[in-house]
């Protein structure tokens, strides 16, 4: 069994920053990727970033140069470092990890941001 926590969230203005963070407990042997995803009220989950065991990167193009994805591997641990937020930014945001068992998710973390 494989537990994800996130934290960080909150209620910020426009132009404004905060800092997820989600950390993995439980079972876990290796994992070979984490990311982010969000959900905004009546729209369908969408991935937002991703970093692997070996430090590669990708993002959604849209927070490109506003969010950095970052991780501790010894503390499987990922963060999600978030700039210049914008109200289109507002939703909840999961994690995940991919591990060679299967994949597992956090219960998710409110980000609002105001205009």
């Known amino acids: 069994q494989v537990q994800l926590v996130e934290s960080g969230g909150g209620l910020v203005q426009a132009g404004g920053s905060l800092r997820l963070s989600c950390a993995a407990s439980g079972s876990i042997f290796s994992i070979n990727s984490m990311g982010w995803y969000r959900q905004a009220p009546g729209k369908q989950r969408e991935w937002v970033a991703t970093i692997t065991s070996g430090g590669s990167i990708n993002y959604k193009d849209s927070v490109k140069g506003r969010f950095t994805i970052s991780r501790d591997n010894a503390k499987n641990t990922v963060y999600l470092q978030m700039n210049s937020l914008k109200p289109e930014d507002t939703a909840v945001y999961y994690c995940?990890?991919?591990?060679?068992?299967?994949?597992?998710w956090g219960k998710g973390t409110l980000v609002t941001v105001s205009s």
């Open positions: 995940n990890a991919m591990l060679v068992s299967g994949s597992y």
